[in-house]
């Protein structure tokens, strides 16, 4: 038995276990504070829980907090006591994110659901997250990507967290691979690859459009807020185009800068001799 609420992590007591009818329909178990939550919200649930997933409690909880956002002075649910919610912390909004994007997570990948609010930045958004095994490690734990990078952790089981972490500008493409009842998700890298195994397909799909939305979300981030020359030590070779430089001959210390950053890209294996060769002579051309 699962010795955690699957809604807030807290273990569960023996008054938890006395409730009786807080199982989950993917195993997890509510302690008593969750479940009283949960019926509130929804008063059919105190006898049937156990047909309810994890993610369906999680998105029934979400919907409750909207229209509550919306009618602030208005009831819930009918009878004479009402519950008032907590403000929404940052692990509530990685969980809404979670439902948002429909995975199904089983209750084994609760502890990593919760160490992501101390992994993500605060303006990181998860693009997708799924349940896997990471074959050259053979941990088993999730796989989730941001804006900025894919990353597999397991937490451990006597604390602490493996992390094996791939920045988006790094990675040059994605295969998901799908069998009958699971599916291989590779990360193609510069410097090499990586392979998951991924329990639920669907999940794993995700991760296929990853690439083009992260790409997306930082050119929309550069247009606001940086200038052409930053945007350019951001890129990867596929995206380097020679509008990005500026036009202006007597700019020359921009230029030199430029020139430096190119050396650094090479240095790094970004950027093949062939490639920094065309670029450093697009930049000297402006000389």
Same mark, same amino acid.
């Given at each position: 038995?699962?010795?955690?609420?699957a809604?807030?992590g807290t273990?569960?007591?023996?008054?938890?276990?006395?409730v009786?009818?807080?199982?989950?329909?993917?195993?997890g178990?509510?302690?008593?504070?969750?479940?009283?939550?949960?019926?509130?919200?929804n008063?059919d649930? !105190?006898?049937? @829980?156990d047909?309810f997933?994890?993610a369906e409690?999680?998105?029934?909880?979400? +919907?409750?907090?909207?229209? $509550?956002?919306r009618?602030?002075g208005?009831t819930?649910?009918?009878g004479?006591?009402?519950y008032?919610?907590?403000?929404?912390t940052?692990l509530?909004e990685?969980?809404?994110?979670?439902?948002a994007?429909?995975?199904?997570?089983s209750?084994?990948?609760?502890?990593e659901v919760n160490?992501l609010?101390?992994?993500?930045?605060?303006?990181?958004?998860l693009?997708?997250i799924?349940?896997?095994?990471?074959l050259?490690s053979?941990r088993e734990g999730i796989?989730f990507?941001?804006?900025r990078?894919?990353?597999?952790?397991?937490?451990?089981?006597?604390?602490?967290v493996v992390k094996?972490?791939?920045l988006?500008?790094?990675?040059?493409s994605?295969e998901?691979i799908e069998?009958?009842?699971y599916? !291989?998700?590779? @990360?193609?890298?510069?410097?090499g690859?990586a392979q998951f195994?991924?329990?639920? +397909?669907n999940d794993?799909k $995700?991760?296929s459009?990853v690439q083009?939305?992260?790409?997306?979300?930082?050119?929309?981030?550069?247009?606001?807020n940086?200038?052409?020359?930053?945007a350019?030590?951001?890129?990867i070779?596929?995206?380097v185009e020679?509008?990005?430089y500026?036009t202006?001959?007597a700019d020359?210390a921009a230029?030199?800068e430029q020139?430096?950053?190119?050396?650094?890209l090479?240095?790094s294996g970004?950027?093949?001799d062939?490639e920094?060769a065309?670029?450093k002579?697009k930049l000297?051309?402006?000389?």
């Open positions: 038995m699962n010795t955690r609420c809604l807030c273990p569960l007591t023996a008054t938890d276990m006395s009786g009818k807080n199982k989950l329909a993917d195993g178990y509510l302690c008593a504070g969750c479940f009283t939550k949960a019926i509130h919200i008063r649930l !105190i006898n049937n @829980l047909q997933y994890f409690i999680t998105g029934m909880m979400l +919907k409750s907090k909207i229209d $509550a956002s009618n602030p208005g819930q649910f009918s004479k006591s009402q008032e919610y907590d403000a929404p940052r509530d990685i969980k809404d994110q979670i439902v994007l429909n995975a199904r997570l209750v084994l990948a609760n502890e160490e609010a101390n992994l993500l930045d605060k303006d990181e958004r693009l997708a799924a349940e896997g095994i990471d050259q053979n796989i990507s941001t804006q990078r894919i990353v597999f952790i397991d937490k451990k089981f006597l604390g602490g094996n972490e791939f988006t500008h790094d990675i040059s994605i998901h069998n009958l009842l599916s !291989i998700l590779k @990360l193609n890298t510069y410097r690859s195994k991924v329990h639920n +397909k794993g $995700a991760f459009n083009n939305r992260s790409r997306s979300y930082n050119e929309n981030e550069f247009t606001q940086s200038s052409p020359f930053q350019f030590a951001q890129t070779p596929d995206l020679e509008n990005v500026s202006d001959k020359s230029i030199f020139l430096e950053k190119l050396g650094r090479r240095e970004i950027l093949t062939q920094f065309e670029q002579k000297l051309d402006k000389l």
